[in-house]
């Protein structure tokens, strides 16, 4: 199989979705490896360390679609890059397309198949890669609130932790999974009153015992939510329904509630946001202000630590890329019912159903989708 890893085009991307472990891994096993010339290099990957894995470098994004058929990438694809994709390529990379009708309607168009990180499974219905990028974005998530909590940056002015004969301030996390638990862990160890809201009471037992008392988790009630947001100087939205657009946990009504410079970071704004102000901002501008409340909306937060989330992703993505590389899309989804459930897009069909509910096309199941695939 051949190979591409393209340079990413999103703005204050500087991830890449291949190491030259992940060259040497796919080499060792006979396929042909094409990287863009600087791909790396946001993550200080220089493209001599790829070459000497086995890697052919190729000068731009053009030739790298046009001789790749398994094309390896973090974000979801740009317009030029949906633009180049043929019903020829397998497109494995994070895609978010219940929060993007139009994006799932241009790779409809494509007629690739495209799998995304975020619907995969493991054997327990984990997400293991989602998981990586979950972990650093709540450590950033609780990073960036204190911060944007400072009064020169429009905060309230609080300092997390207190100090001796004054209060911590109060972090509210909502969602416990993988971002809230990274999240409050931050928070703990910054000293602040941590309060976690989820709604799967097994998940708060396990928080329960994983905080040993440093954190109360809570029950997400509407009205539990709503009695906590008034003493709240962060809060921290995390949810996740599988392949769905985010559930909303805050309305703009419920803003008045809150202290005036108060900080809302929507860590779920890739599946649309949580918060009913959500809306997707960037690294260079990450923050906006309505009601007098601040939001972080950055929808890819690991970007901004490349050479910690660049490592993280690929140790994870690194074996089903070998797998798909290796056996083709129809034996490695039929070896991986997990992978199959990656399968978002296959041959111009929506093949994951909360994406065909949440854009409004029809819903057509995978295999069938892969057998119209084969027959053309
Ligand atoms: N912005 C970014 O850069 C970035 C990076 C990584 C992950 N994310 C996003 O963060 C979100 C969370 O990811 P995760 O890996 O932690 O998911 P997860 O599945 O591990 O956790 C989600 C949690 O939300 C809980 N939940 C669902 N609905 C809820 C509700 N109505 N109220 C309270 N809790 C609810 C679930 O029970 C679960 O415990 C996802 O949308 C993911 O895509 C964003």
Redesign the pocket.
């Known amino acids: 199989m051949k190979v591409g890893v393209p340079t990413e085009v999103k703005p204050d991307e500087y991830r890449v979705a291949l190491t030259p472990a992940g060259v040497r891994e796919l080499a060792d096993a006979g396929h042909e490896v094409y990287v863009q010339s600087g791909a790396g290099l946001g993550s200080a990957i220089e493209d001599d360390a790829y070459a000497r894995q086995g890697a052919r470098i190729v000068p731009g994004a053009e030739e790298l679609f046009g001789v790749a058929d398994l094309i390896v990438k973090v974000k979801e694809p740009q317009q030029a890059e949906v633009a180049r994709l043929e019903p020829r390529h397998t497109l494995f990379t994070f895609l ?1 397309l219940a929060a993007d009708p139009a994006l799932t309607r241009g790779l409809a168009e494509s007629g690739a198949t495209c799998i995304a990180y ?1 619907t995969v499974e493991d054997d327990r219905g984990r ?1 293991p890669l ?2 990586p ?2 972990e650093v ?1 709540g450590k950033i998530a609780t990073q960036a609130g204190a911060f944007m909590l400072e009064k020169p940056l429009g905060g309230r002015g609080i300092l997390l932790g207190g100090v001796p004969g004054v209060a911590a301030a109060n972090v509210v996390v ?7 638990m990274n999240a409050a862990f931050i928070a703990i160890g910054m000293e602040a009153t941590v309060y976690v ?4 009471i097994d ?1 708060l037992r396990e928080l329960d015992v994983a905080f040993g008392g440093r954190a109360d988790t809570c029950f ?1 009630s509407t009205l539990e939510i709503e009695e906590r947001l008034p003493d709240a100087d962060l809060v921290i939205g ?4 599988h392949g769905a657009r ?2 909303r ?1 805050v309305t703009r009504a419920q803003l008045g509630m809150m202290k005036p410079h108060a900080v809302l970071v929507d ?5 649309g946001g949580c918060f009913e102000t959500s809306r997707p901002t960037t690294h260079s501008d990450p923050t906006f202000e309505i009601d007098g409340i601040t939001h972080y909306c ?5 970007g901004a630590v490349p050479v910690t989330s660049t490592y993280a992703l690929t140790n994870a993505t690194m074996p089903y890329v070998v797998h798909l590389a290796s056996a083709g899309v129809a034996r490695a989804v039929a070896e991986n019912p997990g992978l199959k459930l990656g399968v978002n897009l296959a041959a111009g069909h929506v093949t994951y159903e909360h994406v065909a509910e949440a854009t409004g096309i029809t819903y057509v199941p995978v295999d069938d989708a892969l057998a119209d695939a084969v027959a053309r």
């Open positions: 978010h975020e997400l989602l998981a990028m979950s974005a909502i969602g416990g999974g993988v971002v809230g809201y989820d709604r799967n998940r997400a995390a949810v996740l329904v985010a559930p946990v860590v779920s704004i890739d599946q950055v929808t890819n937060m690991p």
